[in-house]
C-alpha cells in the first residue's frame, strides 16, 4: 500500500495551497480518509477526516472553515484545499487511511503517507 501526498511548499499569510495524496494497492473505498500535520516539536495533531462516500466530513477546530477535504474515489484521490492559511498551519502534512470509523483517532489508521512540508511565512 503506498499513499502518495503532495502539494506543499512556501505561501504567504492568507494565501492557499491544495493538497493531493493518492493511494495505490488498496481498495480506495472501503477506507475512511484524513489528513493529519506536525509542527517542529509537537504531536501530531488531527486536521480532517472524510468518510468513504464523501459525505461526512470532520474537521478540528483551528482549521475549520478555512480548509476542505474531498474525495476522488474513482481517482483513488483524497484533497485538502487550505485557504487563509496562518503561520500556526505550519507543519508537515501527511495523508492516512483508516478502515474503521474513529475519524480522530490517529492511532486508527493503518496506513501513511510521506508527509509534505507546508510553510506559511509572515
Known amino acids: 500500500v503506498q499513499l502518495q501526498a503532495s502539494g506543499g511548499g512556501l505561501v504567504q499569510i492568507g494565501g492557499s495551497l491544495r493538497l493531493s495524496c493518492t493511494a495505490s494497492e488498496l481498495i480506495f473505498t472501503q477506507y475512511v480518509m484524513a489528513w493529519f500535520r506536525q509542527a517542529p516539536g509537537k504531536e501530531r495533531e488531527f486536521v480532517a477526516a472524510?468518510?468513504?462516500?464523501?459525505?461526512?466530513?470532520n474537521y478540528a477546530d483551528s482549521v475549520a472553515g478555512r480548509f476542505i477535504i474531498s474525495r476522488d474515489n474513482a481517482k483513488t484521490t483524497v484533497y485538502l484545499q487550505m485557504n487563509s492559511l496562518e503561520p500556526e498551519d505550519t507543519a508537515v502534512y501527511y495523508c492516512?487511511?483508516?478502515?474503521?470509523?474513529?475519524?480522530?483517532?490517529?492511532?486508527?489508521?493503518?496506513?501513511w503517507g510521506q508527509g509534505t512540508q507546508v510553510t506559511v511565512s509572515s
Open positions: 492516512a487511511a483508516n478502515r474503521g470509523s474513529n475519524f480522530y483517532n490517529r492511532g486508527s489508521y493503518d496506513y
Open positions: 472524510i468518510n468513504r462516500s464523501g459525505v461526512r466530513k
